[in-house]
């Protein structure tokens, strides 16, 4: 890749987990009225046949990782447990309470903090009372995050007695000296103990997270990490660009200096060395920042032109419904998005007094809807088309002209009626989402709110 591009092209930009992004949400028209009634008409149109996906947010962690910009609380306390989940399990009935029939569960996902915090008893606890409101819709894929060092037998084989059958866990980087300055110190022995260990229980999907750019990481480390990780054969992994945003508030990213990171050159050759290597050893790209192995479901959904992006990343389905249950999850209903409060005291004091926990949202209007197809498409196939008069919108053209200097550069094809993301152009898909994005282009921010695209 030429240094000039990725100077060029290396500025602050979303991820594009949503359309529109959570920064140009337009909190003055969403109301708690106006997201239950976008969510019930959603629920309607398709809980029978698709049904929905939940993501559990649980924020405990017993130390801070310097690297991370999720929403938890430290703590070693773990009697704050019980009362945590028995607040979910509230906020789950009063969802339930919004619909005529029982919701119909395709996907869930335990996310964090570290979910493997919680005790496989109180877990169980958890998933018990969600599926006890719920039906499971025939293929319905459950997953968690788990903690290399503190995941258990037990906890591995409660999940998998409860359905689940996808894990993943947080490696970043074996390398010791990055591993102390994100303050994740984890040997690979640990992580080599619970792949083995999940994959004897029979869980047919394991995947790894690994970050570049991270502080004081070298190509060697890169390298090093790879060889590792292609020692324990994951079926997928998810090859993430460190986000660097130090400016929001409690994420513990002021541990070291920006000095400490690796250039922008740098970091990108890290991830086409990291590319490269995943190549050889047989995994295949998908999307952004994902790889896995043919015999992966994230693979064939790519093959298969079924690949989704939401706030949990790439996943293998779609369902229009996506409620988040937890401190600061955010929820879709394709209509409409809402983020509930961060705070966990406020939460409860929510929850108590039997109101969904939710303080900022969106609903979209139908431009947002024709744009959010287009970068869903961009994001998950690397093309989109507009042949159909609903995908057209008033200022595609305005689009293409932003388009023309990418295509020069040759990042994409410009067709008559269609937009064709090039091998060379799939490291700068967020630039070119972000030509597609009219909030962003009609009110560029004063200050900086996304991490840089490269």
Not at 185 to 209: C, L, M
Not at 219 to 246: C, G, W
């Amino acid at each position: 890749m030429h240094t000039s591009l990725v100077n060029k092209y290396n500025i602050a930009g979303p991820r594009y987990t949503s359309y529109p992004t959570v920064p140009y949400w337009n909190n003055e028209t969403f109301s708690l009225k106006n997201w239950k009634n976008s969510l019930i008409k959603s629920f309607n149109e398709s809980n029978t046949e698709e049904g929905l996906s939940l993501y559990i947010h649980l924020p405990f962690c017993e130390s801070l990782c310097t690297f991370c910009g999720c929403n938890k609380r430290i703590t070693k306390r773990h009697e704050v447990e019980l009362p945590y989940i028995n607040a979910v399990l509230k906020e789950w009935e009063l969802y339930c309470d919004l619909f005529d029939t029982k919701p119909l569960i395709k996907e869930l996902h335990l996310g964090g903090g570290t979910p493997t915090f919680f005790s496989s008893n109180n877990l169980e606890i958890l998933i018990n009372g969600l599926l006890n409101k719920a039906i499971l819709a025939e293929n319905y894929d459950f997953s968690f995050e788990g903690h290399p060092n503190n995941t258990t037998k037990s906890h591995l084989q409660t999940l998998f007695n409860l359905g689940f059958r996808r894990v993943s866990f947080g490696v970043q980087d074996y390398n010791e000296t990055v591993q102390k300055a994100i303050h994740r110190i984890q040997p690979f022995e640990n992580v080599k103990r619970v792949t083995e260990e999940a994959r004897q229980i029979g869980y047919t999907s394991i995947g790894h997270d690994l970050i570049f750019g991270l502080p004081f990481q070298t190509m060697t480390h890169i390298e090093e990490t790879i060889n590792r990780t292609n020692q324990l054969k994951p079926d997928r992994i998810a090859f993430y660009s460190y986000a660097h945003v130090p400016w929001i508030k409690g994420n513990g990213q002021r541990g070291f200096n920006d000095n400490d990171l690796p250039s922008p050159e740098t970091k990108h050759q890290q991830y086409e060395l990291g590319k490269s290597l995943l190549a050889k050893a047989g995994y295949k790209d998908i999307g952004m920042d994902h790889f896995a192995l043919e015999t992966d479901s994230l693979y064939k959904s790519m093959k298969n032109k079924t690949l989704h992006r939401n706030f949990m990343g790439y996943t293998a389905s779609k369902t229009k419904v996506m409620i988040g249950l937890g401190v600061s999850s955010i929820s879709d209903s394709w209509y409409g998005f809402s983020q509930n409060v961060k705070g966990l005291e406020a939460y409860y004091d929510l929850i108590m007094h039997n109101i969904i926990p939710v303080y900022r949202g969106h609903i979209l209007n139908n431009e947002d809807l024709t744009i959010r197809k287009h970068i869903l498409n961009l994001m998950c196939q690397f093309e989109t088309s507009w042949t159909h008069d609903a995908l057209y919108f008033n200022k595609l053209p305005e689009v293409l002209i932003r388009l023309k200097e990418m295509e020069a550069d040759g990042l994409l094809h410009i067709l008559s009626n269609s937009i064709k993301v090039t091998t060379k152009g799939q490291p700068f898909v967020r630039n070119i989402c972000m030509a597609f994005d009219l909030l962003l282009q009609r009110k560029q921010p004063d200050t900086q709110l996304f991490s840089m695209t490269i």
